[in-house]
């Protein structure tokens, strides 16, 4: 039995949990189409959760393959392969439904929305616009379905981004303490998650949103800039105006892309430390297990204290696995064995201490004297006694002549700040300081060290 498409696509909404299994299963195994066995599985297990024989017949012939191929929601079906290909829009209604299901943007789509833009120039700027021109006409109305299309694009590619940061962030700040070897891998894929988002959507997605980054092919934008600057030349005011706006529409989402991606690179640089970490603890694994191999003797041969592992099981949990297989047996009990080295180390230095000779000291014993200390006193010194007075063009160069001409030797160029700070605190109530801003800044230069600046005048 037939049914409509209406109703068709009614009942897949009502039951769209299905629908979201196969669209998990594609997205996960990367790929446009679905097993067929995968989805007659799906349809196997929502008709068995009917509670009526009415519905589940009902449902039955809705989710025929022969009713979704003639309804159209099933675009292909290879019977030599065994995949069935659902209709890309319709796919697209129910990705709007959860928006941890909306596709992102990535470097191959923004690609080809770029190549459209630069075929939609070219055929437009060799027509002739005239309102009797077929051509013309024809390639107007695509030009603005394509420019809708890009709008819409942009908007749903900049909602998942922000949906996605939101999703990661919340599980990584959530997941702070990781106490066991599975929740850091846990962690650890998560992070992954965030670099291949960085890299893969959020960076191309700013490049295409960014006209003015220099590249060996034209912007996106620029090229819509040059359609709308085609449509100005040629007498076409009114569709000139409409694109420009088009083209403000899409680089509005510029600002929410980079709020993400600044969002997400505190993750980066966590995700390069954990990387960075467990690199130095798999090298110091592999050289711990080969000076165990540089010490074994022939007595000891096929009786390894550690085996080669395998380059999953080069963690810590690794030698409590293999250790009960070995000769020499150790006894693991299931406690923090890091608490217990750290207060094998404490009592290690308390032997060490006691090891060493004993000194006396008395009460009026009394630590040296900082140097940086005594030259900061001195520069205090020499600004209170200082004879500065109102108006000064540059405070930074006369500061600079002043703890120079006084400490000589001892001077050195960040004394500057400190010396300009204490002038401040001892002059600041009595006179004003305007700062001065100018491209470029002002700068000092001693002893192969330099100082930029915005510069101070002092004034009454």
Not at 249 to 255: E, G, R, T, V
Not at 382 to 389: E, G, Y
């Amino acid at each position: 039995m037939n049914v409509a498409l209406d109703r068709t696509l009614i009942l897949l909404i009502e039951h769209k949990d299905m629908m979201f299994q196969l669209i998990d299963y594609m997205d996960q195994n990367q790929r446009k189409d679905i097993p067929a066995e995968v989805f007659y599985n799906s349809i196997r297990v929502k008709l068995k959760s009917m509670g009526s024989k009415k519905e589940t017949d009902r449902l039955n012939d809705a989710f025929d393959l022969g009713n979704l191929i003639k309804t159209g929601i099933v675009s292909e079906f290879n019977k030599s392969r065994g995949t069935i290909a659902l209709q890309p829009a319709v796919l697209d209604i129910f990705r709007l439904f959860d928006k941890e299901r909306v596709r992102g943007l990535s470097s191959a789509d923004l690609e080809n929305i770029r190549v459209q833009l630069e075929g939609a120039y070219q055929r437009l700027e060799s027509l002739s616009f005239a309102d009797d021109n077929l051509d013309f006409l024809e390639q107007h109305d695509q030009l603005f379905d394509l420019l809708r299309k890009i709008n819409s694009q942009i908007q749903s590619n900049t909602d998942h981004l922000q949906f996605e940061a939101d999703r990661l962030s919340q599980r990584l700040d959530h997941d702070q303490a990781v106490l066991s070897l599975n929740e850091s891998r846990q962690h650890r894929e998560i992070l992954a998650q965030v670099k291949k988002i960085y890299d893969r959507e959020i960076i191309p997605t700013l490049e295409f949103l960014n006209a003015r980054e220099y590249s060996k092919t034209k912007a996106p934008l620029t090229v819509i800039d040059d359609i709308g600057r085609l449509y100005d030349i040629r007498g076409h005011e009114d569709d000139s105006y409409y694109i420009d706006q088009y083209k403000l529409s899409i680089l509005s989402h510029y600002k929410a892309v980079e709020k993400v991606k600044q969002a997400l690179q505190r993750y980066l640089h966590q995700e390069r430390r954990h990387r960075l970490t467990y690199d130095a603890i798999e090298k110091a694994y592999l050289n711990f297990q080969a000076l165990a191999h540089s010490t074994f003797t022939e007595s000891l041969k096929d009786k390894y204290i550690f085996k080669s592992l395998d380059s999953e099981m080069l963690y810590f949990y690794g030698l409590k696995t293999h250790s009960a297989g070995q000769e020499a047996r150790i006894e693991w009990h299931d406690r923090n064995h890091l608490v217990y080295f750290n207060e094998c180390l404490i009592s290690q230095n308390a032997r060490k201490r006691s090891d060493s000779s004993a000194q006396i000291k008395t009460f009026n014993d009394k630590q040296q004297n900082d140097r940086h200390n005594a030259i900061k006193r001195r520069i205090e010194q020499l600004v209170n006694q200082s004879d500065i007075k109102a108006p000064v063009d540059d405070l930074y160069v006369v500061i600079h002549n002043l703890l120079a001409e006084n400490l000589k030797q001892d001077y050195q160029l960040n004394y500057l700040l400190y010396g300009v700070s204490s002038f401040k605190q001892q002059y600041g109530k009595k006179f004003k300081v305007q700062v001065s801003f100018n491209m470029p800044q002002q700068s000092i230069r001693y002893q192969n060290l330099v100082l930029e600046y915005n510069k101070r005048e002092f004034i009454l």
